[in-house]
């Protein structure tokens, strides 16, 4: 079982920055591909971005990508998503999950994630 705790969303205004981090439990979290997703009202949850287990090859939605980062310290067990000018489109609950088994092929599916944090909210203000 991996327990996944998110935090660092609030309320920002257009154009500013946010870091959201997610404290993952387990001794093995430095195998495990990590991922971002985010649902905004009355959508459907969608990926963000993604990093495998050694940190080196990162993935993102066209929609985020140039103004999010993501990156993992797998010896404080923690994945972050570095969000810069953000819009209020990107207003969303942002989730971070994990799959264990470390698969690449569809990683950008909510389907191919064994454990999900509870969410933390991001709201960008116009």
């Known amino acids: 079982q991996v327990q996944l705790v998110e935090s660092g969303g609030g309320l920002v205004q257009a154009g500013g920055s946010l870091r959201l981090s997610c404290a993952a439990s387990g001794r093995f979290f430095s195998t495990y591909t990590m991922g971002w997703f985010r649902q905004a009202p009355g959508k459907e949850r969608e990926f963000a971005a993604a990093i495998l287990w050694s940190g080196g090859t990162t993935y993102y939605a066209d929609s985020v990508k140039g103004r999010f980062i993501i990156s993992r310290d797998n010896a404080q067990n923690t994945v972050y998503l570095q969000m810069n000018s953000l819009k209020p489109e990107d207003t969303a609950v942002y989730y971070c999950?994990?799959?264990?088994?470390?698969?690449?092929?569809?990683?950008?599916?909510?389907?191919?994630?064994?454990?999900w944090g509870q969410g933390t909210q991001v709201t960008v203000a116009s």
């Open positions: 999950a994990a799959d264990v088994h470390n698969t690449i092929v569809g990683l950008t599916t909510s389907r191919q994630y064994d454990y």
